[in-house]
């Protein structure tokens, strides 16, 4: 069992006055958690982490619990963890991404600025790099800074703190998919189609490409996911 990489969380004494240390800890956490930085057999245990950041453990632990409140963390013997999801547990998230992902892009094509376009604009760019050079981590990194733009960008900031919350979910599973050439040119041509949504401040073809787009996620996830079942051989390790 491995144990994650501590450095990256700031110093508390930098913290804006008037931010509690729970919410930067959290904060800290679920970028960590966004970016893939901790690994599905690494252990979040509350001394470490207060230990790293300077602090008393009881913010660092409050941090946690909301984290596994909503979703992102799990509790263990032994500290806190990702969530091992199931097929139903991705199928569940998936569903609430096409409920709500689709209506709220097309919001965002009215609230999204220039600048905000410009940023998607760059994001496409360098997803086309990173498919070009099959770079899944340059990837994951453009294909968050596209998604937390445009959803920046709404107006209803509880549909976008809902939005996220999901998408950080969904990182799980994205992980598990972006190196895979078909999933990578899947993921290039769904923002691509987007862009031309946003930049056309077309509502309705916004919604309409979100549908396509989760929906090929999707078909793409469990495709692979089944295949990769099938491939395993009776008595894999990786089954015991």
Known sequence: ???PDFERIRPIETANRGQSLRRQIYQDLREKLRHGEIGVDEKLVDVD???????????????????????HLVGTTRGFALPNLTDEDVANIFEVRKLLEPRAVANATYDLDDAGLQ????AVELTREAVAKGDSE????????????????LRNRRLAATILRFADQAHVVRRDTLGKPDTQ????????????????????AAHDRMVAFVHEAETSYFGGHYAAKQDKQPGDPSDE
């Open 49 to 71: 982490i207060a230990k790293a950041a300077g602090v008393s453990r009881m913010p660092v632990r409050e941090a946690l619990l909301q984290l596994t409140i909503e979703g």
């Open 185 to 204: 040119q899947v993921v290039l041509d769904g923002m691509t189609s987007l862009l031309d949504a946003f930049e056309r401040r077309d509502a309705m």
């Open 1 to 3: 069992m491995t144990a």
């Open 119 to 122: 940023r998607l604009r760059a």
């Open 138 to 153: 340059a990837l994951s990194e453009a294909n968050i800074m596209f998604r937390e733009t445009w959803i920046a960008a």
